[in-house]
């Protein structure tokens, strides 16, 4: 079963930065999709940002120019760059991802998604 596994959650300052982390394990053939949706109280889970298989990238709205989405050099590594934030970016952050995975009868579609991580952006 693939497992998405997020960390560098925490707590900073309004301004500041964190770079959050998700590898994912699992009989992963390829993937198809990395990337982070978020939910604050209160409020539906949004898309973050996500890299697609080929090198392209999307972004929410609210996180263009601010926040980055890279793939790391591990197997099926993603990385979320945030810098100048913003206490509107407190939420739970959850890595997500699709892809092809090796079972006994062979290969099928997956989507996982990870436990989550806290951020919070507070003086």
């Known amino acids: 079963q693939v497992q998405p596994v997020e960390s560098g959650g925490g707590l900073v300052q309004p301004g500041g930065s964190l770079r959050l982390s998700c590898t994912a394990s699992g009989n992963i053939l390829r993937f198809n999709v990395m990337g982070w949706y978020r939910q604050a109280p209160g409020k539906e889970r949004e898309l973050v940002a996500a890299?697609?298989?080929?090198?392209?990238?999307n972004y929410g709205d609210d996180v263009k120019d601010r926040f980055t989405i890279t793939e790391g050099s591990a197997k099926n590594t993603v990385y979320l760059h945030m810098n100048f934030l913003k206490p509107e970016d407190t939420a739970v952050y959850y890595c997500?991802?699709?892809?092809?995975?090796?079972?006994?009868?062979?290969?099928?579609?997956?989507?996982?998604w990870g436990q989550g991580t806290q951020v919070t952006v507070s003086s």
């Open positions: 997500y991802i699709s892809g092809t995975e090796v079972v006994d009868s062979g290969q099928q579609h997956f989507t996982s």
């Open positions: 890299f697609s298989r080929g090198g392209s990238t």
